[in-house]
């Protein structure tokens, strides 16, 4: 089975902080995702990643940046956390070639 | 661009019955894939169904099913004999094959079961 984790499923920070949530998946899948999840806006794609060192921004990057150096962890950054950041934030992975996402657990973050 | 619309933000059901959440979407593209995820209380999303645009004969996994109408562009998700595990919010989602590698998502259906 594909498993993707993420490195907490709690996170509790403050404004202006630097927030690191980082993303891992077993099954040298390609492309990976980073969303938000509020109520009643769905999930949003804040960044996604085809390949190794690539990236490409979604719909609402501003405020985050990436990282992926290798295949299998995708990193998710806020340079200042603000508390419009608070939100549930969920990672996803596919292979190439196919289209179903396979997704992490979340982490929801709390901005104070 | 895309749009995938759920006009049902929430919905419940009893155990047993059966149930059908709705999902329209806008697209130009020809070939697409639309996708049907659920996510439990506090738990992962999982898959629930996928369709494929260009099969006409509607994908069912178990208990579930779809009734994917192309030209109408319409996709509901039919749960029979729902079980209290299948609580959840449910989301339609697309992928077109026109280039973009973005999944497109409803905003969601909440569905509650009661026992």
């Known amino acids: 089975d594909v498993k993707v984790t993420q490195s907490s499923r709690y996170l509790v920070k403050r404004t202006g902080e630097k927030v690191f949530l980082e993303c891992v998946q077993d099954m040298d899948h390609e492309n990976m995702f980073w969303y938000r999840q509020d109520p009643g806006l769905g999930l949003r794609l804040i960044y996604f990643?085809?390949?190794?060192?690539?990236?490409e921004k979604g719909d609402i990057p501003e405020g985050y940046s990436v990282s992926r150096e290798k295949k299998e962890r995708f990193s998710l950054i806020l340079e200042s956390a603000s508390t419009n950041q608070t939100s549930m934030y969920l990672c996803?992975?596919?292979?190439?070639?196919?289209?179903?996402?396979?997704f992490g657990p979340g982490t929801r973050l709390t901005v104070l | 661009a895309q749009t995938v619309t759920q006009s049902q933000p929430e919905m419940s059901v009893q155990e047993a019955e059966t149930v059908t959440l709705s999902c329209t979407y806008d697209?130009?593209?020809?070939?697409?894939?639309l996708f049907w995820y659920k996510q439990p209380p506090s738990r992962q999303m999982i898959l629930v169904i996928r369709q494929e645009a260009y099969k006409q004969q509607n994908a069912t996994e178990n208990r579930f099913s779809v009734n994917f109408q192309k030209a109408a562009k319409s996709f509901s998700l039919k749960i029979s004999d729902s079980q209290l595990g299948d609580t959840a919010m449910y989301f339609c989602a697309f992928i077109g094959q026109g280039g973009s590698e973005k999944l497109v998502f409803g905003k969601g259906t909440k569905l509650t079961v009661n026992p």
């Open positions: 697209t130009s593209e020809s070939n697409y894939y």
């Open positions: 990643s085809y390949d190794v060192k690539m990236k």
């Open positions: 996803a992975s596919r292979r190439a070639s196919y289209n179903e996402q396979f």
